[in-house]
């Protein structure tokens, strides 16, 4: 895999695939799966060429946010988005891997308990910067900054 291939809604209709979430649960899954992706994919802080996607996170006061994705599909409020009946991409079989993996992991969490983990690590508080807690903030989530953060826990 180099550089992205996907688009963020294509991976978005690939986790929609596997049932409904509401649009907080979706944003916290995609922002995992992004973060694994790019941790397990580049062999070094300094060469982050594989992306699962180009969008960029934002690190607004309910965690990690897409904006397209956000704007997509924020008239569903705290409902959940139903699920997605249409074809997905195609992945290969490494990131697939991945973002089952990443499924296995968070998928059993609550939109507020994933919103709670993200909330304790560093790449969201760093870009947080000085935002007050529920201050709006469209503050960039560094790709260093994540994989420094995941680099950690797989090393």
């Known amino acids: 895999m ?19 979430l509401s649009p907080k649960k979706l944003q916290k899954i995609l922002y995992y799966a992004y973060s694994w992706v790019l941790t397990l994919t580049n062999d070094d802080v300094d060469h982050l060429d594989n992306k699962l996607f180009d969008d960029t996170f934002e690190a607004w006061a309910h965690g990690p ?16 988005i139903p699920e997605y009946n249409g074809e997905v991409v195609e992945l290969p079989d490494d990131v697939e891997d991945i973002l089952n993996q990443v499924w296995d992991e968070y998928g059993t969490f609550t939109a507020d308990q994933l919103e709670n983990l993200s909330h304790r690590e560093a790449p969201w508080i760093k870009a947080r910067g000085d935002a007050t807690p529920l201050s709006a903030s469209t503050s960039a989530i560094s790709d260093k900054d994540i994989f420094k953060c995941y680099i950690e826990r797989v090393a």
């Open 2 to 20: 180099t550089d992205s291939k996907f688009t963020a809604q294509q991976i978005a209709n690939w986790y929609l695939k596997k049932g409904s």
């Open 65 to 80: 946010v897409l904006h397209d994705i956000y704007s997509k599909y924020k008239s569903y409020g705290y409902n959940d």
